[in-house]
């Protein structure tokens, strides 16, 4: 077992793209109008890691990971680029995008030709890393470890490079277990590991003792598992409903001796190859894709939603960006917030009024929504309008849109009369939909009744809070000229006042919305939840953060979601619990932005209350067993400290109706981030599954202050498969951390 980067290539050996990215070569990195300049890139051997010369003191040499790259754009894709080169040189240009909040790197090749082999080159690196089973990841991430360990780079490691290589690994090993776990490899005693040595002492690393119980439990015939043992397993353990063909399949998949394949046999290193695979993992696969009915009409559907979307930070003086829509759309946001002002030169601009935030063209933002708007989900996109706009910019809005957006956008209510509810998601894949104010109701579209004009309209609800918060509350609500043009394009999302249920149900069309503060919201669902939850039937509702959360932060969107509420409109620049909770409502049905609602929340005759659960269909008590057996490669938190290790804990918590909100934790684990077990068995009662979400977190334990988070992962408790699964962890902002994970038994029972 070598430590140069063989493994890194992944079946692109001989690629001429990749062959161009080791040799690497000069680009001109792109900062300003005057901060343009030259740098080599080139990818290093382990194809795993880009390097590049710095000019910055300290710094000649620096590095990223692949890893770490979200995406690589073709072309003047970035704000960046489009406001500091010309589009003449459109085909040279592209940007590498990172996970988290690191800065874009915007880059310029002597060519299209080479800037084709950079953007190609590193497309097929990352789609490579990306589609490596977790097993295989693991492997990478521990070689990579070793790399770093080996400071001499002689392919050997002695006792004093191993003991760095284990701390690297995030595991504090006494000096004597150090000294007996080399001892056991160096079996030439030649005071160094090499070869076959090291990949024994990679074996012994990686032994996983839990796996050891669990296959030897069901490898019944002659030490190893037959078809009929797997299937045993399957059937017994992971509750499966599966046949001696299905687990043959996994045997085909997934076995890696060949002679145990010819006897349709199955070897522990097959076994665990087929738990890191999707079909051990936690999340049903078949939820993977979209699997629930998307011809229901769209208010029937919970709706990923963003709040300010074009924000990139706070909501006092943070950037505002095309970026951060970018960023929101390939999250699978379908309902995003443009609060629109007059701008100089007459084009409106986006921006939080009366703050510091800074400002971004509308028309601008309205072609990055265009181009990113349906390439994770080709389910229909909200364009929710705060309009403070004068007349003309209005109309400039309209002709914005209407150009940019083309046929996309919805001008017409689909059909030739006057709709009396919602099109579906299916019927209005890849369309936009407005919402905003309207000048009149929505049958004048059939009654030739174009006689209205330019006219005084309210402000939206939130634009007039945020007022408040700023100023004494009026006494009157403000009023803003509308223009009929922009008027128009607002269909099936007329902004309304809200002014209580029977008032709604009295006097509010079905396409009329209200937005609801937060506070208001919670209230409501507390005091009036089932006529709350009746409202959702036919009405589509959209909650907002309070505009005191000036730092961007979140609520709790589950007791939204409790009472049907469709667009719960969350920060989506800001990481916390309350997106992790959006992310996992959100995972299931093929990450499409649009979740169906269980049959309770939409059928008329149900007397639904999330608070007081009286007997009804909603009504189905379960008990969930959850043992945390063990985890794998946690990263360390503190990498700054050479010798800090995590004491890691597991804490599972349940966010659902009042019932069913609980959390419970193991105890800490002391200096393993590498593997910890705990063992440890949770029960809980569950009386509405429809509506939990499940988040497991892993913290690095301190007595001292609060608990850092090392990686957390949420989904809803219907998405779960039972038996033994492991766990992917996700960072704060949501994206994998590849090598590490959790490894749990789950079963969800029918209370007796």
């Known amino acids: 077992m070598e430590l140069n980067g063989k493994a890194g290539k992944h079946g692109l050996e001989g690629d001429a793209d990749l062959q161009f990215l080791l040799v690497g070569g000069e680009l001109i990195k792109i900062r300003s109008s005057s901060w343009k300049k030259t740098r080599f890139y080139k990818l290093q051997e382990d194809c795993k890691t880009m390097w590049h010369e710095s000019r910055r003191t300290f710094k000649s040499n620096q590095t990223f990971s692949i890893d770490d790259i979200d995406s690589v754009r073709n072309g003047r894709q970035s704000e960046g680029l489009q406001k ?29 030709e080479e800037a084709k082999q950079w953007v190609n080159g590193l497309e097929k690196i990352i789609s490579n890393m990306r589609n490596l089973s977790r097993q295989q990841k693991s492997e990478h991430w521990i070689f990579n470890c070793m790399r770093k360990a080996d400071k001499n780079d002689d392919n050997k490691m002695t006792l004093k490079e191993l003991k760095h290589f284990l701390r690297q690994i995030n595991v504090e090993v006494d000096d004597t277990y150090a000294a007996e776990l080399f001892a056991k490899c160096d079996k030439s005693n030649s005071g160094s590991l090499e070869g076959s040595e090291i990949k024994h002492f990679y074996d012994l690393l990686t032994h996983r003792e839990e796996i050891d119980v669990i296959y030897a439990n069901y490898a019944q015939t002659a030490g190893q598992m037959s078809v009929k043992d797997l299937m045993n397993f399957l059937l017994n353990e992971q509750k499966e409903q599966v046949s001696m063909d299905d687990a043959l399949r996994l045997i085909e998949k997934y076995e890696l001796d060949e002679t145990a394949k010819q006897k349709k046999h199955m070897t522990k290193d097959g076994f665990l190859m087929y738990l890191h695979q999707e079909e051990g993992s936690i999340l049903n696969p078949a939820h993977k894709e979209v699997y629930q009915d998307m011809s229901q009409p769209l208010n029937h559907y919970y709706i990923s939603s963003s709040h300010n979307t074009y924000l990139m930070e706070d909501q006092l003086k943070g950037p505002s960006s095309t970026e951060a829509y970018i960023r929101a759309l390939m ?65 400039l809005m309209a002709q914005h849109m209407c150009s940019i957006l083309g046929s996309a956008l919805i001008t017409q209510p689909l059909g030739d009369t006057m709709p009396t509810g919602f099109p579906s998601p299916e019927e209005l894949k890849g369309r936009f939909l407005i919402k905003g104010k309207r000048l ?4 004048a579209v059939f009654n030739n009744n174009s006689s209205v004009e330019d006219d005084s309209v309210s402000e939206e609800d939130e634009a007039a809070d945020t007022k408040e918060n700023g100023q004494k509350a009026k006494a009157k609500k403000s009023k803003i000229k509308l223009a009929k043009v922009l008027s128009d394009l607002v269909l099936y999302c007329k902004s309304v006042h809200f002014n209580g249920f029977e008032h709604a149900k009295d006097n509010q069309a079905f396409y ?12 409501l669902a507390e005091t ?42 969350l920060n989506f620049q800001t990481p916390s619990k309350e997106m992790d909770l959006n992310q996992g409502r959100f995972l299931p049905n093929g990450i499409c932005g649009y979740v169906l609602k269980p049959e309770y929340q939409r059928d008329l005759s149900s007397q639904f209350n999330p608070n007081t659960l009286t007997k009804g269909p909603w009504l189905k008590r379960k008990i969930f067993h959850v043992m945390v057996i063990s985890a794998q490669q946690l990263p360390k938190i503190n990498k700054d400290k050479h010798k800090s290790i995590v004491d890691p804990l597991v804490r599972v918590e349940l966010c659902g109706v009042p019932a069913d909100t609980v959390s419970k934790e193991t105890h800490h684990i002391e200096n393993n981030g590498f593997n910890p077990m705990w063992n440890e068995n949770f029960q809980f009662d569950i009386h509405v599954p429809d509506l939990v979400m499940v988040r497991f977190i892993v913290e690095d334990y301190d007595s001292t202050s609060h608990n850092d988070l090392i990686g957390q992962y949420c989904l809803p408790l219907t998405s779960i498969q039972n038996g033994y699964r492991h766990v992917p962890l996700l960072t704060k902002r949501g994206d994998v951390i590849c090598s590490a994970g959790l490894f749990l038994h789950l079963m969800l029972l029918d209370a007796q």
């Open 84 to 112: 500091y080169t010309e589009p003449t040189v459109e085909e040279c240009c592209f940007s590498i995008i990172f996970k988290g909040r690191k800065k874009n790197l915007d880059l310029m090749a002597a060519n299209a």
């Open 331 to 395: 999250k699978s946001c379908r309902c995003v917030e443009l609060d629109c002002w007059d701008g100089a030169n007459g084009e409106p601009v986006i921006y939080h009024g009366y703050t510091l935030t800074s400002k971004v063209l509308f028309k601008d933002v309205i072609k990055a929504i265009k181009d990113y708007a349906f390439k994770t989900s080709e389910y229909p996109v909200i364009l929710s309008l705060e309009n403070h706009c004068t007349l003309d910019q209005q109309k």
């Open 440 to 443: 009149n109701k929505l049958d």
């Open 512 to 523: 009329e919305m209200s937005s609801f503060k937060e506070s208001k919201a919670f209230n």
């Open 528 to 569: 009036s939840a089932t006529a709350y939850v009746h409202h959702n039937m036919d009405k589509l509702s959209r909650i907002y953060p309070a505009g005191s959360r000036t730092d961007s932060s979140n609520y709790n969107p589950v007791p939204m979601w409790n009472v049907g509420c469709q667009i719960v409109a």
